[in-house]
């Protein structure tokens, strides 16, 4: 009976677990390469949130601008 899927992903963890322990310096940059992409992402999610909230505000300024104008009706988005 052949191990499955769970047995084998268990077995290449354990493994490279094992092989990285005895180099700890490699072991160290992948801990923070994981670390450095994860806080990366998030900082680039609120990036996009703020861009998102100041793109709102200037639409908003821009719609009022309009309709101050003569004759001019804003469209909606």
Known sequence: MSPGITEE?????????SSLSTTPMILALVVFNLFYI???TYLQI??????????QTWERMVDKA???CSG??????
């Open 46 to 55: 609120k990036q996009g949130e703020r861009f998102t909230e100041s793109q």
């Open 9 to 17: 992903a268990g077995s290449t963890t354990r493994q490279l677990i």
């Open 72 to 77: 001019g009706t804003p469209t909606p988005h």
């Open 66 to 68: 309009l309709s101050s």
């Open 38 to 40: 994860g806080v990366t």
